[in-house]
């Protein structure tokens, strides 16, 4: 017995010396400095070979992030509907310019009337008339300090059977024209043009707002797609795990059948499976979780495609390590974040809208001014003898040569005593502009805050996976080293299950660490662009 006993501590002493890894080997295979040390295989798992097995009915897609990422700029619901706002503003632009193009109007006109004669000299029993009018005008509304002109032309031409009518039948002709002009209030900030000024401020605010929407799907589909492979990598993890427990339980019940272990000593090991099994299937969960989470954002409709396939990302959840420069994030965040720009442009909109209520308080205060040309033609007749042939060119001859001309040129003021509704106003926009500045202000603090904390963030989830990956890498070491003990019958089941456990923990720490560093550099970028 004594020499069986030897035999098993210096089968022991050799295994832990073959699997105890020299001083100077760990120094030598240490990564290189600026670089994230790549993930070690434990056995014959290595991070990132994992591959879901495709659920009943679907095929297996294998998709990197870029193609993840541009399926969903492709195909994301969100996102479309966020490509129609700009759209909608342009269309809004197009139509506040409208109202400054040439408006045309066009009339036609008859009438016939008949009236009972109660004058001997008509000489007819019942007097008609008949009238046409022909006409036509354009009016504008210009950019020049709110003013407006327009010109008509006017046409009629009237005939009747009274012998008393000098011209029969009468051409009547007339050209118009009229300018008008704000003076005071309107003058220097045009009314009619404010929306001309704030619509592609607007516009801008827009395409900012796309480009946000845009980043965060982004940001979403890449969080996404590392829970799935995530995931997945935990469902390697837990079945290795619950292959080695019963593995070690298989053993137990060896032991138990030539006798060198009691069957009592063997709960442990079932336990051990057991647990293995209740965390394999939690694992399955989340990953059917993870995926349905992915597919939504890859998706453009219920019966899309993607939802008949198992998704496997193909990327692997590594990458060299990246040297952040915090305070240069922060100023690049606050000069050039969306929601920065999107406020400063909104807080232009304010002091465009501040100027227009501040000129509002001047009295309004109008200039009109018109002109018109007339002309009249037709035969001329002296008690029913035709005296002088004529006709419509004779009145338009006469308007064109401007013969008998009309002009008028007036002011019209209007002043509320006292302009409390104008001062009430202005008051307020003058509030609304500070409150403007002041939420900027809150803005950019929040920003820098933020990028700060994402900064942060990176270099602690880089130590972090540095930390982890080195408990891994120990725990594995402890896991062989416990097996090889409980083989030469110096350990017991406890001590191998404990390890074991240890073991899996630390894979698992290890990958959620490193996803957490990607996750947090990607972050850390998008933070300086968009919220």
């Known amino acids: ?34 670089a994230v040390p790549p993930l070690q295989q434990a056995g014959t798992y290595s991070v990132g070979q994992a591959v879901p097995d495709a659920e009943p009915g679907t095929n297996l897609l294998s998709l990197t992030l870029d193609q993840a990422i541009q399926m969903a700029l492709e195909k994301n619901l969100e996102l479309k509907v966020a490509r129609m706002n700009p759209q909608s503003i342009d269309y809004q632009l197009a139509s506040a310019r409208a109202a400054f193009n040439p408006s045309f109007t066009g009339s036609y006109s008859y009438s016939d009337q008949a009236s009972p004669n109660n004058n001997n000299l008509e000489g007819a029993q019942n ?75 607007q516009r801008q605010v827009a395409d900012i707002t796309l480009v946000q929407t845009i980043e965060r799907t982004k940001a979403s589909v890449r969080t996404a797609y590392w829970a799935l492979r995530q995931a997945i990598e935990s469902i390697e993890i837990q079945k290795r795990s619950l292959a080695l427990a019963r593995q070690l339980h298989q053993d137990n019940l060896t032991r138990v059948e030539i006798g060198t272990m009691a069957s009592i000593e063997t ?51 590594a990458l060299s390590v990246q040297e952040v ?14 929601d920065v720009v999107s406020s400063r442009r909104n807080l232009d909109v304010t002091k465009i809208n501040l100027e227009q209520t501040k000129d509002a308080l001047k009295p309004n205060l109008a200039l009109t001014s018109s002109y018109r040309a007339s002309g009249q033609g037709g035969p001329q007749y002296s008690k029913g003898v035709l005296t002088v042939p004529g006709g419509y060119g004779q009145a338009l001859t006469s308007v064109m040569a401007f013969d008998v001309p009309t002009w008028s ?22 509030l609304g502009l500070e409150q403007s500045q002041a939420q900027l202000q809150a803005l ?46 110096m350990q017991t089941n406890y001590n191998v299950v404990t390890a074991q456990n240890n073991l899996t923990q630390q894979r698992l720490n290890e990958l959620n660490a490193l996803i957490r560093y990607i996750n947090a550099l990607a972050d850390f970028e998008r933070l300086q662009r968009v919220p």
């Open 409 to 430: 040129v007036g002011l019209n003021m209007t002043y509320p005593l006292g302009m409390a509704s104008a001062r009430a106003t202005y008051a307020r926009s003058v």
């Open 267 to 317: 709960l442990t090991a079932e336990t051990q499976v057991v647990n293995g099994e209740q965390a394999l299937q939690q694992a399955e969960i989340t990953f059917q979780t993870a995926q349905m989470t992915l597919k939504r954002l890859l998706a453009d409709s219920p019966d899309d495609a993607i939802y008949k396939a198992t998704i496997n990302p193909t990327e692997l959840p």
């Open 325 to 338: 420069d915090i305070e240069a994030a922060v100023r690049r965040a606050v000069s050039d974040r969306t």
């Open 127 to 201: 007097v008609k008339n008949t009238s046409q009018g022909y006409n036509a005008g354009v009016s504008q509304n210009l950019l020049f300090h709110g003013s407006s002109v327009s010109a008509s032309f006017t046409n009629s031409r009237g005939a009747t059977n009274s012998t008393q009518t000098v011209r029969n039948p009468t051409f009547s002709s007339g050209l118009a024209f009229s300018f008008n002009m704000p003076l005071l209030a309107g003058f220097a900030v045009p009314q009619n043009a404010q929306t001309l000024r704030t619509i592609p401020i």
């Open 1 to 34: 017995m004594t020499n069986l006993l030897r035999n098993r501590y210096i089968l022991a002493a050799a295994a832990l010396a073959m699997v105890t890894v020299p001083l100077s080997a760990q120094q030598a295979q240490q990564p290189p400095a600026g």
């Open 444 to 489: 950019e603090l929040d920003v820098t805050s933020a990028v700060r904390t994402a900064g942060l963030n990176v270099r602690n989830a880089y130590k972090q996976y540095q930390v982890s990956q080195r408990a891994r890498e120990v725990a594995e070491k402890n896991a062989d080293a416990e097996q090889v003990r409980f083989g030469a019958g």
